[in-house]
């Protein structure tokens, strides 16, 4: 067991106004040990670190191990009044993250208001020791973290959203590292640069921890071999550039050749894919530069060309990536797929309308505020946690077990033109209450409901087999044979198409309360969540584990 100490506290950005883009400027944000991004966590497959947590902040906050399961031990994965009251300014709390099937790449972030801009951080779980990658060991491995920077304040935007109903003020620049990169005189020195030696092989830990894209990455003048999703090991294939939702990981292998250029640096670079055309996205390409050390210096020596990626509208070139990811399905990393499924559920997500109050003046479609939703349920966050009020069996006195397991209105989902008035849904904190061994099977459903968008969904407390996608409506009848039950990704964050399903199988062998939301910040603001309750087994090792006494309260 180890222990890890982190400080949250406010810093003043290093990233400051310049005439040159007008985009960046320095203002206080809120970090982890005065990092940002915050510092990466390593731990071996089967580990436990202990991480004590001090809030020297202005705000209230919690942390979440985004993709770690947590057996048993809900208490520690960090949903704000999902498992755990908020650790408030001047408080502290230690959690145990209880490293068990996992090994790859994971991140770590706050998972309280849009305090996730910039308190977040790698994790690298390396294998069990006395094992090895189910690949020759890379001479480094780096990860590579992408994400947002925004002018304003970012509890400012929140609250100007939430105050007017109106959609949230896009960011001002994409960010790798932190850093907009060189076409952002802002970023300056402060561009991320990645020091290699030809022919040496690097491990690249990718992870999207922005607030509202998924991202395209590439490296100019390199091919990268993807080996792993979501802390789980792939069937390696080799492209290009790859796709990357808000809330995944991906881990690539890159082989340093400079090619016949013979040049000493390239640019990495990443662009968004948006797939709304109603909604106001930060088109932006952000940049880093890979550098050959050894290569001799030149005058003027500048980075070699900008990777050539997807247009930010290309759909089709992330469902391609996408559809590659394959489990490894080796005797070392088994792939065990269900094939026996005790529920069934059909679940909508759909971006919505709130009838505006009387006397109110909002900003978002037709005069309405901004919502949305799961089988039209917009989860409204309750005051006290469902974890505590469920371990003391008052579950409800916070929330409904009843969270429907199929839309209540069946429609057309993915039509061109949908009636206005599907678009009106209403605010309920509804769960979904799983026996403990069930096989659960949740096809989640995209909607054209105000122009339609993508859904990186994310479950906490397990990962799953991503079974089955397609685009238009799911067919019950037909699509369940397209199924891939040999070798499927097993992730903990999966990407749902703009006018298209995707189906997810797990095993409800985690006994607690576990959060699914959709991983657009702005999409869980307004209400793109439920919980799941699995109920304690038999044996003592299928229940759930008593609190710890340092709880933060409410």
């Not at 400027?25 to 991480?51: H, M, Q, S």
């Not at 001090?54 to 999902?82: A, C, M």
């Not at 994971?106 to 779980?125: E, F, K, P, S, Y």
Request: proline share 8%; with cysteine.
């Amino acid at each position: 067991m180890r222990q890890l100490l982190l400080c949250l506290n406010a810093l003043e950005g290093e990233i400051k106004e310049s005439n040159y883009t007008r985009l960046c400027r320095e203002k206080t944000i809120l970090t982890v040990n005065g990092e940002f991004p915050g510092p990466t966590i390593y731990a071996r497959k089967g580990d436990v670190v202990v991480v004590n947590v001090f809030n020297q902040g202005h705000k209230n906050i919690t942390l979440h191990w985004h993709g770690v399961n947590q057996p048993r031990s809900p208490w520690w994965d960090g949903p704000e009044y999902i498992t755990q009251c908020p650790i408030q300014p001047g408080g502290n709390f230690s959690y145990r993250i209880i490293f068990s099937e996992e090994e790859g790449t994971l991140w770590w972030h706050a998972h309280t208001a849009m305090d996730r801009d910039t308190v977040h951080g790698a994790i690298v779980i390396r294998p069990r020791r006395g094992t090895t990658y189910p690949f020759s060991k890379p001479h480094r491995e780096i990860p590579i973290i992408l994400g947002e920077w925004w002018n304003d304040d970012i509890g400012q935007v929140l609250a100007d959203a939430i105050s007017t109903g109106s959609d949230f003020q896009s960011s001002d620049a994409n960010t790798i590292n932190g850093q907009p990169g060189d076409l952002f005189a802002c970023s300056g020195n402060g561009t991320f640069r990645l020091p290699v030696k030809h022919g040496k092989t690097y491990m690249i830990r990718i992870i999207n921890a922005a607030l509202t894209n998924g991202f395209f990455f590439a490296v100019a003048g390199h091919r990268l071999t993807v080996v792993g999703s979501d802390a789980s090991y792939t069937k390696p294939f080799s492209a290009d550039h790859v796709f990357i939702d808000a809330g995944q990981t991906v881990t690539a292998l890159l082989k340093a050749r400079r090619g016949r250029s013979n040049a000493r640096h390239f640019y990495m670079a990443s662009r968004p894919l948006a797939t709304n055309p109603q909604a106001t996205v930060d088109s932006s390409t952000a940049t880093a530069v890979l550098e050959y050390v050894d290569a001799p210096a030149a005058p003027g020596d500048a980075a070699h060309g900008l990777p050539s990626l997807p247009a930010i509208n290309d759909s089709s070139a992330a469902a391609a990536f996408t559809a590659r990811l394959r489990s490894l399905a080796s005797k070392g990393h088994p792939a065990d797929v269900p094939r026996r499924v005790d529920e069934h559920m059909l679940v909508t997500v759909e971006v919505n309308e709130i009838a505006c109050a009387p006397g109110e003046v909002c900003k978002g479609p037709h005069g309405n505020r901004f919502a949305s939703s799961l089988n039209n349920v917009s989860f409204e966050m309750p005051r006290s946690d469902v974890l505590g009020a469920y371990y003391r069996s008052a579950v409800g006195g916070v929330a409904r077990t009843d969270f429907p397991d199929n839309p209540p209105s069946p429609f057309n989902f993915t039509a061109d033109d949908l009636p206005p008035e599907l678009a009106l849904t209403a605010r309920g904190t509804r769960v979904k209450v799983l026996e403990y061994g069930a096989v659960l099977e949740v096809v989640l459903q995209g909607t054209t409901i105000l122009g339609g968008d993508s859904h990186p969904m994310h479950l906490h407390g397990f990962s799953f087999y991503v079974v089955g996608r397609g685009t238009g409506n799911f067919d019950k009848r037909t699509d369940p044979a397209k199924y891939n039950l040999v070798d499927p990704p097993y992730q903990n964050t999966v990407s749902v198409p703009k006018n298209g399903w995707v189906a997810i199988r797990l095993r409800a062998e985690n006994p607690g309360v576990w959060f699914m939301h959709c991983h657009f910040e702005r999409h869980m603001v307004w209400g793109m969540e439920t919980v799941f309750i699995v109920k304690n087994g038999k044996g003592p090792n299928a229940k759930i584990m008593p609190p710890p006494p340092n709880m933060p309260r409410c």
